[in-house]
């Protein structure tokens, strides 16, 4: 008896030992990112979506903290833009090991490459039109696991009414299904490649309470400063959507290509659907004081440089609203601003040090409404200061 009170009380002491090791760091994190730009437009484009203003604005400023203490990591987020305060990244997440992890909480939906990246680290100082498939921040639960050539991330989220409105007011509540898989068959410090593939099921949100669910899309001209609408659809008569992302990631020592495609299939009422597609492509090279891009195995992307690098990109982009065939058979009110939008693109991104970044992006966006004559044509040259700690 004696003996197994030893035991007993050694154990104890052994867990306390190990839990006095782990100890709980907190890092107060932060960034600002200051635009500029100025357009210039066509007829069509001052016709249909009047004049665009150049100026200034705030694309985010945001103050956060990040929390481990063992396995356990918590990270929360407060964002200020545009005069208005909203929570970003909130959630606590549980470490199996370094490459297997649960979180929940408000965060990114995975889908694609693009949802790998905050919008401090991309290339564009806006998305990609294609990357409008990727539904962005929601509350929800997520698994990753992954090895060195292989990383899969699946979730099940609620949809964006859950954050700001109760299940009285809004109706009944929308959900998402999402799973990103890739698959990195040459993957080294010099460089190499992954193909990745996403899928994800979305049950339509509800407007309010007693008003049809309906699922939309809004694009706008790659700018955040003046932000006029490009195309757009709303489908009030939608039930689900599906949509699928291919992507290619690949990198060789100051260089790198990166693509997507999405297509999407949104059913709707009277067996009726409407189809869209969209995707980008983007080539980026260190051309100033050259140095490795590295491979973030964490979240299958890639880390930008730090140390007074100056990165040169040329991108092209694709989207298409326009189901010819739903706006044949019986167009709504919410499809009228439908069209294609396609852009040119050419950047230059100066990364003083691992805080402080400067970007310059020119587009050139023609997108064509589709009921009306000619297309519109914006040209936007945008500048950016963004400090991040």
Request: hydrophobic content about 35%; charged content about 20%.
């Amino acid at each position: 008896m004696n003996k197994k009170l030893l035991l007993a009380f050694a154990a104890c002491l052994y867990m306390g030992a190990a839990s006095a090791q782990e100890k709980l760091e907190i890092k107060v994190t932060g960034r600002a990112l200051f635009d500029a730009a100025t357009y210039t437009q066509n007829a069509q484009a001052k016709s249909e979506d009047g004049k665009m203003n150049e100026g200034v604005g705030i694309r985010d400023m945001r103050v956060g903290l990040k929390a481990t203490y063992g396995k356990w990591y918590f990270r929360g987020d407060v964002s200020y833009s545009n005069n208005k305060v909203s929570l970003k990244d909130v959630y606590l997440q549980y470490s199996f090991n370094e490459n297997n992890f649960l979180r929940a909480g408000h965060y990114t939906a995975p889908f694609g490459l693009s949802s790998a990246y905050s919008s401090a680290k991309k290339e564009y100082l806006d998305e990609p039109e294609g990357n409008i498939y990727q539904p962005g921040r929601r509350i929800g639960v997520m698994h990753t696991i992954a090895n060195h050539n292989l990383w899969l991330q699946y979730g099940a989220f609620a949809d964006n009414s859950a954050l700001t409105t109760s299940t009285d007011k809004s109706g009944p509540q929308g959900y998402t299904i999402s799973g990103r898989f890739v698959y990195r068959p040459i993957m080294t410090d010099a460089g190499g490649f992954h193909v990745g593939f996403s899928g994800m099921h979305v049950k339509a949100e509800a407007v309010k309470e007693g008003e049809h669910a309906h699922i939309k899309y809004d694009k706008k001209y790659l700018t955040a400063v003046d932000k006029r609408t490009a195309t757009a659809i709303d489908i009030t008569d939608a039930r689900w959507e599906n949509k699928f992302t291919a992507e290619f990631q690949g990198i060789w020592h100051n260089y790198q290509l990166s693509s997507q495609y999405y297509w999407s299939h949104i059913s709707r009422d009277e067996n009726k659907s409407y189809n869209t597609d969209g995707f980008y492509v983007s080539a980026r090279g260190i051309i100033i004081n050259p140095a490795d891009y590295k491979y973030n195995y964490a979240c299958s992307g890639v880390d930008n440089p730090a140390d007074k690098n100056l990165e040169l990109m040329l991108g092209f982009g694709y989207l298409n609203l326009k189901d010819a065939k739903a706006l044949a058979d019986a167009p709504i009110a919410g499809m009228a601003k439908a069209g294609r939008m396609s852009d040119l693109s050419a950047g230059l991104s100066f990364f003083w040090n691992k805080y402080v970044t400067l970007r310059l992006n020119y587009h050139y966006i023609h997108s064509h409404t589709w009921d009306q004559p000619t297309a519109k044509v914006v040209n936007v040259v945008q500048m950016r200061v963004q400090y991040m700690f």
